[in-house]
Each structure stands twice: as C-alpha cells, then as structure tokens.
C-alpha cells in the first residue's frame, strides 16, 4: 500500500546515498594527484531496485549494481569522468528534492482539503 510516509523515507535514503557519493567524488578529486590513492564510488543500482515504482525500477537498471557498498577501483582518476559523475549526482540530487517537494505538497493539499 501506497503511504507518504513510506515514500518520505525512501528519497531520505536516496538523499543519502546521493551525499556520501557526492563525498566519495570529491575525495576522488581532492586525491587526484595523490600517489596510491584509491578510487572511490557509491552505486546505488541495487538498492532502488528493491523500490517498487516503475520510474525507481527503471533508474535503477541505469545505474547498474549495490547501493550501500563503497566500490574502491585500482584505476588512474580522470578529472573528466569525475566530473562527469558529480553533474550525474547532481542532477540525481535535483530529482530527489523534486520528488521530496511533490510528497510534501501532497500532504499538504490532504490536510487542508480534511480540514
């Protein structure tokens, strides 16, 4: 069953996951240049899979395997490609504040048309 509540709390964890790879991209970067640093990265694929919306569903096989795991990859960093992940962060970032905003005005309209 459909609730706000249920759907509040899975963008909360979605605007999480969303800021600890927002760290992860700017330690990559901020690390760049650093002898024997690791890459780091936060997918999230995995984890919206398990959400039940077509749209989650389908965002969720773009973005391919686990959520919560840190992924360390022994590759050289490319400044390109690092900020090419932070534009993708952000916009994942812009579409969870959307939906947060969508769920908030929801309520609202159920409050006020109960009053």
């Known amino acids: ?3 706000s509540l249920n759907s ?5 964890l979605m605007m ?5 790879r927002q760290r992860a991209i700017g330690s990559n970067i901020a690390n760049m240049d650093t002898p024997g640093y690791v890459r780091r990265d936060i997918d999230f694929g995995t984890y919206l899979g398990t959400m039940n919306s077509p749209l989650e569903t389908k965002l ?3 973005l391919g395997p686990s959520a919560i795991i ?13 900020l ?10 812009s579409m ?10 929801e309520m609202k309209t159920v409050i006020n048309v109960g009053k």
């Open 8 to 12: 509040i709390g899975k963008v909360s």
């Open 16 to 20: 999480d996951l969303i800021s600890q």
């Open 1 to 3: 069953m459909y609730t």
């Open 96 to 105: 969870a504040t959307r939906r947060m905003t969508n769920i908030i005005t």
């Open 60 to 62: 969720s096989q773009k």
């Open 84 to 93: 090419i992940a932070l534009q993708e962060n952000s916009m994942l970032y």
């Open 70 to 82: 840190e992924e360390r990859v022994y590759d050289e960093i490319n400044p390109a490609q690092e």
